[in-house]
């Protein structure tokens, strides 16, 4: 073979180990190459753990997320044999909120002994909020109701949210109770001064005597309110309280997760 065959077939040698090298190269990145994500079960990218943490996971590691502080719970009579049940927490997660974690109240009479089955639930918690989950209606039959323990049944699992949610988005105004000595009535308008619409948002509001102690509470729905508007929300109970209402807390509650 002379030299000048021995150099053709060399080049060709050379195009052909470049052609398969451009074809296996994109027959990986096709078909075979994993792009890492945060939910493929590995710690890769910059994740802090698996698929968790770093810049382009949203969902915390366990390590880096508070842990949500219930700060109380109570039961009050509504009418009846009929109760509702409230638990105050804090998530003291400045950016991270969580999506859904279910949770359970369980009431006891002053025997200690359940008055009512254990009442499941879900909700969702916003990032660097105090909040209410309230529960209604819980009939106890004979039982009267001394007591509440409220506690999550799912651990808590916390993503970031938009940064606008670190501060309420929504607040209230002309709060007015009337017909206190029979059947009471709560007005109180919700004020949206932001520039965002919101959706499905439930409003608790609680009433404390003169010494902090809760009276009564009740929930209601906003369905949606738009930006830059204000919505009058209303409360009822069928009997009167038992104590005089001093202060009057109204909590809007936006899920960040399910807004646009």
Avoid at 29 to 35: G, P
Avoid at 66 to 95: C, M
Avoid at 225 to 254: G, L
Wanted: hydrophobic share 35%; glycine share 6%.
């Amino acid at each position: 073979m002379d030299y000048s065959t021995r150099k053709k077939l060399g080049c060709m040698g050379i195009v052909t180990v470049i052609i398969f090298a451009i074809a296996g190269y994109f027959f990986y990145e096709t078909f075979i190459k994993v792009t890492p994500t945060c939910f493929d079960g590995k710690q890769n990218q910059d994740e802090q753990g698996i698929d968790c943490g770093g810049s382009i996971c949203a969902k915390l590691c366990p390590f880096q997320a508070k842990t949500i502080v219930p700060l109380w719970s109570r039961v009050f009579h509504v009418a009846g044999d009929v109760y509702s049940a409230v638990a105050y927490i804090e998530n003291q997660n400045v950016t991270a909120g969580v999506t859904q974690v279910n949770y359970e109240f369980r009431v006891y009479d002053s025997e200690n002994l359940l008055a009512s089955d254990p009442i499941d639930g879900t909700t969702f918690i916003g990032p660097n909020d105090k909040t209410a989950i309230f529960e209604t209606p819980i009939k106890t039959g004979n039982r009267v109701p001394t007591s509440v323990f409220f506690t999550f049944t799912s651990t808590p699992v916390f993503t970031t949210t938009d940064p606008k949610y670190q501060v309420p988005q929504l607040s209230s105004a002309n709060t007015k109770l009337t017909d206190i000595d029979t059947a009471p009535k709560l007005s109180a308008d919700i004020v949206n001064n932001t520039l965002s619409d919101y959706k499905n948002i439930p409003v608790v509001a609680l009433l404390y005597d003169a010494d902090g102690n809760l009276i009564s509470g009740s929930q209601t729905q906003i369905d949606s309110i738009a930006q830059q508007s204000t919505q009058t929300v209303y409360f009822t109970w069928p009997t009167k309280f038992d104590k005089p209402v001093a202060r009057i807390e109204i909590i809007p509650r936006i899920n960040p997760y399910i807004q646009k």
